[in-house]
C-alpha cells in the first residue's frame, strides 16, 4: 500500500486512506455474507445460520467504525459537507424507532416517541441526521438503567426551529466529564463497561452535523435520572427570508 500515501503523511491521512481501503472489501464481505444468509445458492443449518449472522453483524460494525474515521477525518480538515434537503423529522425518527424495535424489546426498555401532528420541514442532510438521530436513541438504549428503560422522544416547533428531545432514565455522564461529552473518543468509565465495543465517534460528529447545518446541539442531566439530549435545525422556509 506503500505507493497511495505521500512522503511524510498525517496521521489523519493516514487514517483517511486506510478507511477508504477497508471500505470496498468491507463491503464485498458484506454482500456475500447477505447471499449466504439468504440461501439462495443452498440450505445452511441453525449453527451456521447463527454464526454468519454474527459475522455479518461484525461486518456492519466495522462498517460503521469505517464510516466514523472517513467523517472525523473529514471534520479535521474542513471537508465534511452536508447535501441539504427540506425534511420531515417526524417520518426519520418513526423509521429509526421501527428499526429498533427488536433491540428495544430484547433489552427491557420502551420508547415513547410524542409524534406531532403538525410539525414544518426542517434543512437538513437526510442521510446524516438519521445517523445523529440513531446515535442519540441508541446511546439512550445503550446506557439503559439496570431496571426497566424509558426514552420518551419528542418534536416541536420553537420559532424558526425544530427542537428535538431524546430523554432516558439511563446511567447518565458524571458532572466531572460534561465538558468533554462531545470530544473525539470521549467516553465515561462506566458506559466503556456496559458497552465496550463503543468508539465515542457519535457525538463529536453529531455536533459538526448538527453545527454545519445551523442547528445547536447540547444535553441536561435529567433532576431525577438519566441524560436529555436535544437539537434544533432550522426551519426549512425560515432561511429564505
Ligand atoms: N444517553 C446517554 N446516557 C449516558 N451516557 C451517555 C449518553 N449518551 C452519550 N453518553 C456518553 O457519551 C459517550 C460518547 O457517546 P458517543 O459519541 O455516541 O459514543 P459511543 O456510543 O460509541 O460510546 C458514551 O460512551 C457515553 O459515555
Ligand atoms: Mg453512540
Not at 29 to 44: A, R, T
Not at 95 to 107: I, M, P
Not at 123 to 129: E, S
Not at 192 to 205: A, H, K, N, Q, R
Request: proline residues 4%; contains cysteine; hydrophobic residues 40%.
Amino acid at each position: 500500500m506503500a505507493e497511495v500515501f505521500p512522503e511524510k503523511p498525517k496521521i489523519s491521512e493516514v487514517i483517511s486512506i486506510v478507511a477508504h481501503q477497508l471500505k470496498n472489501p468491507i463491503a464485498v464481505l458484506k454482500g456475500y455474507l447477505e447471499v449466504l444468509i439468504s440461501e439462495d445458492f443452498g440450505g445452511i443449518n441453525q449453527r451456521q445460520r447463527e454464526y454468519l449472522k454474527d459475522a455479518l453483524e461484525n461486518t456492519k460494525r466495522m462498517s460503521r467504525i469505517v464510516g466514523y474515521l472517513l467523517d472525523v477525518t473529514r471534520i479535521e480538515e474542513g471537508k465534511y459537507e452536508l447535501k441539504l434537503k427540506s425534511i420531515d423529522l417526524r417520518k426519520i425518527i418513526s423509521e429509526v424507532t421501527n428499526e429498533f424495535s427488536d433491540w428495544v424489546r430484547a433489552s427491557n426498555c420502551e420508547i415513547f416517541f410524542k409524534k406531532p401532528k403538525k410539525l414544518p420541514l426542517v434543512l437538513a442532510d437526510p442521510f446524516k441526521i438519521r445517523h445523529v438521530v440513531e446515535n442519540l436513541i441508541s446511546n439512550a438504549l445503550k446506557f439503559k438503567p439496570l431496571g426497566r428503560g424509558k426514552i420518551e422522544v419528542s418534536l416541536e416547533k420553537r420559532n424558526k426551529e425544530v427542537l428535538f428531545c431524546c430523554k432516558d432514565n439511563g446511567i447518565g455522564v458524571p458532572q466531572d466529564d460534561f465538558k468533554k461529552v462531545f470530544t473525539k473518543f470521549y467516553r465515561s468509565e462506566k458506559s466503556m463497561e456496559v458497552d465496550p465495543g463503543g468508539t465515542g465517534l457519535g457525538l463529536y460528529i453529531d455536533k459538526a452535523t448538527i453545527e454545519l447545518g445551523g442547528g445547536k446541539i447540547w444535553f441536561l442531566k435529567n433532576k431525577d435520572q438519566g441524560m436529555t439530549f436535544y437539537f434544533t435545525l432550522p426551519i426549512a422556509n425560515s432561511l429564505k427570508h
